[in-house]
């Protein structure tokens, strides 16, 4: 798998890492991961565009059955590095990272699903305010008209 050089540089600098980050315990990489949902990015497209309602409820489903996954091995394997296991992995595999509670967790990364999704709900709510908006005026000026 091609790695980004984001990605490898932020592994190569990382010295600290939090108790909350993760460590992938197929491959040992510390901290890049990224979220998995079920069902398709597809058919939630198409419900935010068919409505707010049917979009919000898949969403809410596929958000809710989130797992973590590697990003260097696509692994669902991810511990946490506070963890027992997780700190005797870590101190094998990458003996100069220390483990700091103040130190601040990584965030995962957005897959295209999630930003088109996010962009796409965004959209959804200024069509709603437009939709509102418009027929309210229209019928300000009816009003000031007649
Ligand atoms: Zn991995």
């Given at each position: ?57 898949y969403s809410s489903w596929r ?76 019928s300000l000026l009816a009003a000031?008209?007649?």
């Amino acid at each position: 798998m091609k790695l980004k050089a984001t990605t490898d540089d932020q592994a190569l600098r990382a010295t600290q890492v939090s108790p909350n980050d993760w460590i992938c315990s197929s491959c040992g990489s510390v901290g890049e991961y990224r979220r998995i949902r079920p069902g398709s990015d597809v058919i939630e497209l198409v419900l935010w565009l068919c409505g707010i309602v049917p979009g919000l409820i898949y969403s809410s489903w596929r958000n809710s059955k989130k797992t973590t996954a590697c990003t260097h091995c696509a692994a669902m394997t991810m511990i946490a590095v506070g963890s027992p296991v997780g700190r005797e992995l870590l101190a094998r595999t990458s003996p100069n990272i220390q483990i700091v509670a103040s130190a601040a967790p990584r965030q995962p990364q957005m897959t295209t699903g999630e930003r088109v999704v996010a962009q796409a709900g965004r959209i959804a709510i200024w069509i709603l305010i437009a939709m509102l908006a418009v027929p309210a005026i229209f019928s300000l000026l009816a009003a000031v008209v007649s």
